[in-house]
């Protein structure tokens, strides 16, 4: 039996349009989508949603994630701040297949204001569909969690 493909998602105000576009892109390939915001175009600050695609994405809950606001930039920064999880604004497709090849990235971050509908569905595409080929990014992905886990143990 196949295991059902999951992904989380979530957007601020000005990214809802480009979010609930690749909601149903991502249904229609079979995904299991959990939409973790935003639901309308009222102001709300990304670190809101974006730490929680961020949380659900390193605690296992979903292998991947999708964040989306004006720009991709504030999402990423936001997630990247969660241990264990690597997140990388994608607007072309050489990064697209790249943040996974090399830097494993568990999610993407796109902005609305920058990446049309189309573009952002063929590069959640690539990025989906590509693998860590650890080689020689293995250890320079390892470096990045060794990062990750020496200020984990500093806070605590």
Known sequence: MTEKKSIAIGADHLGLELKNTL???LKAKGYEVKDMGVVDSNPVDYPDIGVKVAEAVGRGDYPRG????GTGAG???TANKVPGVRAVPVMDPYTAERAMASNNAQIITFGQL???PAVAKMLTDIWLNAEFQGGRSAPKVAKMDAIDEKYRKAVK
């Open 23 to 25: 909601v149903e892109h």
């Open 66 to 69: 999708i964040l989306v606001c």
């Open 75 to 77: 999402m990423a920064i």
């Open 114 to 116: 920058i990446v049309g």
